[in-house]
């Protein structure tokens, strides 16, 4: 994430430019022996050794490192392999992803269009905060920021706007797995001061950074629920401090309400299932 005034360049020539990635053996090898359970429930060391051409040994270390990762599982009697609960969690981060992005996407158009900021839609993966969506501002001085982009989850406004609303002992566990290591003068350098945030960002519903992350930026972030009542994702606009003052962003603060509740509602949320909840859903949604 990064302040840029260039303007874009064609995708292909970059591309063309760009030199290729070199391949980890290592890990192609993985990739491959995940891929032979396509067709297969269970397979021994011998037949995936056979099947990916490489010596038993190898493909031994390799399939106990995936089981060491969860991505494997091993059966206790047969000693055959068969795919691990740790593909389902990637695999239902993705269908969270996909579910999210492909509701929330055209609001995030319209802020931009609305705003000319860059908007950002982030998931929540552990002590991480992801970027899965984005789009970027039309202007020349716009924040570049890409899909993928991982940021802790102890600064910004996108992680707080999402760990405010869920269960205190499941931020606290988040948050006491981060390391604070301060990007700017003005990241939180505490657990204390991380909950303290939180704190702030739950009574008003809408979270803020100003250069938390990198110097000279700053955002507004709101939560966005399922249909569980759960907050699975936030959505921030981010822009450069000489754009984003304190008066303007007081005039986003009822616009990214609305959003937060329209986006909330196209997973199907509903402000009934927060009666007698963890979130207050008037501070969240109202204009």
Known sequence: ?????????????????????????????????????????????????AALR???SVVHRTARTLHQHGFLEQDSVTKKFRLGVGLLELGSLVSRRLE?????RPLLEGLVVKTQETAVLSV????????????????????????????????????????AFM????????????????????????????????????QRGYALSYGELSEGLR????????????AVAAIALVGPASRMSKDR????????????????GRLGFSRSLLVGGRVRAGDVASP
Do not use: W
């Not at 991480?128 to 899909?147: G, M, N």
């Open 167 to 202: 269960p205190d002992e499941e931020a606290q566990r988040i948050l006491r797995s981060c390391k604070f290591v301060p990007r700017t003068s003005r990241t939180p350098r505490s657990l204390t001061e991380a909950l303290k945030k939180l704190k702030e960002v739950r």
């Open 124 to 163: 929540l993966r552990g002590a991480d905060c992801i970027c899965v969506d984005k789009v970027e501002s039309p202007q020349r001085l716009r924040i570049a920021y890409e899909v993928g982009n991982r940021n802790p989850a102890y600064a910004g406004a996108s992680p707080r706007a999402i760990l």
């Open 54 to 56: 490489e010596y038993k």
């Open 219 to 230: 955002s507004i972030a709101v939560p966005v629920f399922d249909h569980t009542g759960s």
């Open 249 to 264: 962003i007081d005039a986003l603060v009822p616009v990214m309400r609305r959003l937060s509740e329209a986006a909330s």
């Open 100 to 104: 999210v992005g492909q509701a929330v």
């Open 1 to 49: 994430m990064f302040l840029s005034q260039e303007r874009r360049s064609p995708r292909n020539s970059r591309s063309q430019n760009a030199p290729k990635a070199s391949i980890s053996k290592s890990v192609e090898r993985a990739a491959r022996l995940l891929l032979e359970f396509k067709t297969r429930d269970e397979v021994g060391v011998s037949e995936l050794a």
